[in-house]
C-alpha cells in the first residue's frame, strides 16, 4: 500500500478549518484576557470577541444571541439540558421521552434521571430510523416534561422530521430538545421555525476546534430555564460556571460563520461525492445494502453493510490509508454490536458487517475513487476467507445452521 | 487499538485458507463460532494412516485476531499426531500472537475449532473420540 491517508470519519470528528484556526491565534497569547473580567482591556476584549461568536452562532440556527449558553461540547450540553430541565421542571412532571438510536450522551444522562426518580420512553424507531409520529404522540402523558428527539444519527445520518415533532410538543405543551450536533453547519436549521426550545451542538463537528460547545435555550415562547450542573461563577446566565474557552469560543464562532457561507456549495459537492462512492461499491460488489433511510439522510454519511464479512476485519484491510467507523462489537470493547443499527430492526450479523463512512469539506474526489477500490479489494479478500460467504454461494440457508454460541 | 505485528503478519498472508472436501472420510470439520457473535471458524484435517495431520485448511469470518487465530492453528496442526493437536492451547496461540484481553475469545474459538475438527474425524472414522471440552466459557 501506498502513504496515502483518506480521512472519512467526519461523523467522529472534524479537522479544524485553516481559517478557523487562523482566527483563534491571537485570543491564546496577544488577548489572553478573561471574558469575565470586567475592569480591564483584556477583559473588554475577550468579552467582545465572546459577544461576536456568539452572534454568529445565533445566526446560523436562527436563534437570538443571548439563548447561546457556551459549555465544553456536546455531551455537556445534553447533560445541562436533560438534568437541568428535569431538576427545573420537577413541579410540572418527571416523564421524558427519547429514542433507542440517540446518542450515549442522552440515553446515559437519561439513565441517571431514572435513578433520581424520572420516568423515562425510550421510543423505538421504524427499520428506515424514523420514527413514528402516531407512536411519539401516544408516548406523551401528562406528566411529560420533555421530548429529546435528535437531529440527525451519528451512524446512519438519518434526519428525524424535526417540524412535526416540534408541533406535536407545542400542541401538547411539551418541551423539544435536540441533540443536533451532527446536524448544525451542516444542513440549514432554523430553531424557531422547528419549534425547538433547547438544541446541543459542539464545535468539532462542524471544523471547529474540540472543547467548546453550545446549548440553545429558547427565552422567548416559552422562556426556558435549566438547573445549573456546574456550580460556580455564574457565567452564562447563572446556567453553566466556569471561565469561557475564549480562543475556543472565537474559532466556534468563525466555523459558524463559514458554515452559513459554504454551506450549499458543500452539501452539493458531498452529497455527489457520497452517492458516487454508495453507487460505485454496490455497483462493484454484490449483497451491500444501505442502513437507514436515503429518502431522509445527511448528504455526506452513509452507512453499509457488506453481508457475510465482519466488519473490524475488513477495515484492516485498508485502515493504515482510510479511516472510517464500523458498527462491529470488535470495534467497542463491549463486545456488543451497534445499538443504533440493530433498534432499526438489523440482525446482529448485518450490524458486525457494517461500515460507516462519513465525508466533509475536505474530502476530494480522489479520496472517494480510492476508497471504492481498496473497499472492493477488501471486501473480496474478506469474503474469499468468510467461510459464511461460501456457505452462502452453495446456495445453504444460513437460518438453519445449528451455530455454536459462544 | 494496535495489533501485533505477527496478528497484521498472519492477517494478510493468511496461511493454509482453503477448503478440503468435508465428505471424505480423512477429513474433520469443525464449524464453531456464529454470524451473530461475529465470528465464525471452520478449520479441516485431513489424517493419514498413520494419525498424522498431513493438511489444514481454514475460512473465517471474524476480525483480524480471529484470522490470525486460526491462520496460525492451522500452521501448528500440520504435521502433529491427533494427540498433540488435542494438547493445543489456546493460551500459546494468545501468547504467540500477543493477542490483548479483548481478543481471548478469539483464540478460545480456535483451540475449539481445532477440537470440533478432531472429533467429526473421529466420529466419521468410528474412532473413540479422545476430545475433551474444556469449560472456560
Redesign the interface.
Known sequence: MDNRRVYLDNNATTPVDPRVVDTMVPYFHQMPGNAASRNHPFGWEAEEAVDYAREQLAKLIGADPKEIIFTSGATESDNLAIKGVFEMYARKGNHIITLQTEHKAVLDTCKVVEKKGGEVTYLQVERNGLIDLAKLEAAIKPNTILISIMYANNETGVIQPMKEIGELCAKHGVLFMSDATQAVGKIPLDVKELGIHLMAFTAHKMYGPKGVGALYVSRKKPRVKVTAQMDGGGHERGMRSGTLNVPGIVGFGKAAEIALLDMEKDTARLSKLRDKLEKALMANLEEVYINGTPDSRMPHVTNLSFK???G??LM?TFNQNIAVSSG???TS?S?E?SYVLKALGL???LA?SSIRFSLGRFTSEEDVDYTVEALTKGVSHMR???????MYKEGID?DS?Q???? | MAYSNKVLDHFKNPRNVGTLNKSDKSVGTGLVGAPECGDVMRLQIEVDESNVIKDAKFKTFGCGSAIASSSLATEWLKGKSIDEALAIDNMAIVEELALPPVKIHCSVLAEDAIKAAIKDYQVKNGLEVTVVEEAHH
Open positions: 457475510h464479512v465482519e473490524e476485519g484492516m462491529s462489537a470488535c470493547a463486545l454490536p440482525g446482529d450479523d458486525h474469499d476467507l468468510s467461510p459464511i460467504w461460501e444460513l445452521v451455530w455454536s454460541e459462544h
